[in-house]
């Protein structure tokens, strides 16, 4: 260790916050992060999710309307017949879908969406505290500048406003 002579601060820095405390706060703050970041995709895979659902129903109907208009079912009677039973199952399966589609929207989709709106206020408080940590350090170092100063006059009222602040 080397010896300044001239250093004022040659003690250890004061802290407002303990070490362990803002250990603690770092691993909440990663924790609300990655909660943050999970409930993000599980709403983007819902909504994802729903629209698949959707697409694969209109492919399905597509193949059957393509199939109902080619050759094969005016030629083959029991092919049409397949083809009639296969579209009657798609439109008990599609009622099924949009019933299981409008589930996940309400289930998944619409709480995830207001869940995630907490993060951003949560992220900005965490920042005023930072803002608020640097201020109060600042106005400290003030402090400590003006008490180490000659009592005049003029100090004295510095010294004196710089207090109101840290009290």
């Avoid at 362990?20 to 994802?48: A, C, H, I, P």
């Amino acid at each position: 260790m080397s010896w300044i002579p001239f250093n004022r601060h040659g003690g250890a820095k004061q802290r407002v916050v303990s070490r362990q405390s803002e250990r603690e706060l770092e691993r909440e703050v990663k924790k609300l992060e990655e909660l943050d970041e999970v409930s993000r995709k599980l709403y983007k895979d819902g909504k994802r999710y729903v629209e698949a659902n959707n697409g694969l129903s209109k492919a399905e109907h597509k193949i059957v309307q393509d199939l109902k208009s080619s050759g094969i079912c005016e030629t083959d009677r029991q092919f049409y017949l397949n083809v009639e039973s296969w579209e009657k199952s798609l439109d008990e399966l599609d009622k099924n879908r949009q019933e299981m589609n409008t589930n996940i929207q309400k289930t998944v989709v619409e709480p995830m969406k207001k869940y995630s709106s907490v993060f951003p206020s949560v992220q900005s408080a965490i920042k005023k505290r930072e803002q608020s940590l640097q201020d109060y350090n600042k106005t400290q170092a003030k402090y400590n500048k003006y008490q180490d100063r000659d009592r005049t006059g003029q100090n004295i009222v510095k010294l004196d406003t710089v207090s109101m602040y840290i009290n």
